[in-house]
């Protein structure tokens, strides 16, 4: 079947516009993450959806940074104002099953990461 | 707050010899994931690794997991050219908030030379 897609593969923009990434998650995957690489930074969490919770958007690294999931499906990441700091590859995964942890043993799910967006602010 | 260090941070291997990257955290995780990237790539799953002396091993790359010592291992039997890409440990936290999201290790790239 068909893994996490991602689009556009490459974005360049200005600084000071807006971007939208957008993310499919692989179909029936209830769990949707997004994750940030740079140069400077490594791999950070950005924001977790799970079904219908509020999302976890703990790993924002501003109020420019938005997202949404519709339908329980597909994701959309926004950044308003774009600055230089913001270039990276923002990568979507998805997962099958919640969360885990000690208190929900058996919470299986590993992470199928999309090819990511390059996004370039000049 | 979970913590993941990954070590070298670059190893440049000779074919045929053997190596073995480290990754330590910081508090408990109920589990461990090991993905490779090659350049330009996204991030390809290896491993995971759910409880304490777990191994896992798939073609020249072994896995394990020692959970006391929040220490996880990939071991490189007998380097070839094709195991050349970045590895990324990454930790799941056990409790709240951090059994969300994956914490990061730096990375180790690998280099395996002719």
């Known amino acids: 079947g068909a893994g996490v897609s991602q689009s556009p593969s490459n974005k360049v923009t200005e600084k000071g516009k807006d971007v939208e990434l957008r993310c499919d998650p692989i179909s029936g995957h209830t769990a949707l993450y997004w994750y940030r690489q740079s140069l400077g930074q490594g791999l950070e969490f950005l924001i977790y959806f799970q079904g219908n919770s509020a999302p976890d958007k703990s790993g924002l690294p501003s109020d420019r940074f938005s997202a949404e999931r519709t339908g329980g499906s597909v994701s959309t990441l926004t950044i308003q104002r774009t600055q230089q700091e913001d270039s990276a590859v923002y990568l979507c995964?998805?997962?099958?099953?919640?969360?885990?942890?000690?208190?929900?043993?058996?919470?299986?799910?590993?992470?199928?990461f999309g090819p990511g967006t390059r996004l370039t602010v000049l | 707050e979970l913590k993941v260090e990954q070590n070298p941070l670059f190893l440049s291997m000779q074919e045929e010899k053997n190596y073995t990257i480290y990754c330590n955290y910081s508090?408990?995780?109920?589990?461990l994931y090991w993905y490779r990237q090659d350049p330009g790539k996204s991030l390809e799953s290896l491993f995971v690794l759910l409880s304490n002396g777990a191994v896992k091993q798939e073609g020249r790359l072994m896995a394990s997991l020692d959970t006391k010592a929040r220490l996880s291992t990939l071991h490189i039997t007998a380097a070839v050219h094709d195991l050349s890409a970045t590895y990324f440990c990454a930790v799941k936290g056990a409790y709240g908030g951090a059994t969300n999201k994956l914490i990061f290790g730096t990375g180790t790239l690998l280099a395996v030379q002719p």
């Open positions: 508090t408990t995780s109920d589990r």
């Open positions: 995964a998805s997962s099958s099953r919640r969360g885990g942890g000690l208190a929900n043993p058996g919470g299986y799910n590993e992470q199928f």
